[in-house]
């Protein structure tokens, strides 16, 4: 695609449920992560794919956290019974093995209640 | 291993003063550097780049960058501010044998009138 898609855009779940959120790097890119971002914080690093493999994961917060990634394309996080404190902004980001610079989705935006 | 420092959480200056966004950074091979801007609830939007090419890098918007291999720096600077300019700052180094980018926490530019 033209850019870094990600879906949905806002989500607000019940406490306890659990979530996918979804990222669709740009086409081509083998390197894909995901940040956390809660109000008002820096970026919060949680997995790092190339490819299909995941060489870092030591971001995830927690065993309710998990991510994998297909075909070396789409990737999805997944949240296991939330917690209030998982609410934040969820970012992607993808990068070519030629190219340098990361670039981002628009986030998804995940409300705990 | 890799680190990424940026002074000041938040930078506060006033319109038309000079902007300096300080970042140093730590890496034992020749490094990719980044600034990358956040404005009030969008995604990260890349400004500009190093990459061993001319160690003053022009971005958008009227910032500029200087690597500093001496000094481990690559401050961000624009002459200039303007009321547009307020935002969140996020610099990051990523070096050619690991795809992961190292972020620093992120400084907050406030502009006053």
């Known amino acids: 695609g033209a850019g870094v898609s990600q879906s949905p855009s806002n989500k607000v779940t019940e406490k306890g449920k659990d979530v996918e959120l979804r990222c669709d790097p740009i086409s081509g890119h083998t390197a894909l992560y995901w940040y956390r971002q809660s109000l008002g914080q820096g970026l919060e690093f949680l997995i790092y794919f190339q490819g299909n493999s995941a060489p870092d994961k030591s971001g995830l917060p927690s065993d309710r956290f998990s991510a994998e990634r297909t075909g070396g394309s789409v990737s999805t996080l997944t949240i296991q019974r939330t917690q209030q404190e998982d609410s934040a902004v969820y970012l992607c980001?993808?990068?070519?093995?030629?190219?340098?610079?990361?670039?981002f989705g628009q986030g998804t935006r995940l409300t705990v209640v | 291993a890799q680190s990424v420092t940026q002074l000041g959480s938040h930078v506060s200056v006033s319109e038309g003063a000079l902007v300096l966004l300080r970042c140093n950074y730590s890496s034992s091979v020749p490094p990719y550097l980044f600034w990358y801007v956040q404005y009030p609830n969008q995604g990260l939007q890349l400004l500009l780049k190093y990459t061993s090419a001319a160690t003053l890098v022009k971005g958008i918007n009227g910032f500029e960058a200087e690597f500093k291999k001496s000094e481990t720096s690559f401050h961000l600077t624009k002459p200039s501010a303007h009321m547009s300019d307020a935002a969140e700052y996020f610099c990051a180094v990523r070096t050619d044998s690991n795809y992961q980018l190292i972020w620093g926490a992120g400084t907050k530019l406030i502009i006053k009138p």
């Open positions: 980001a993808s990068s070519s093995r030629q190219g340098t610079e990361a670039f």
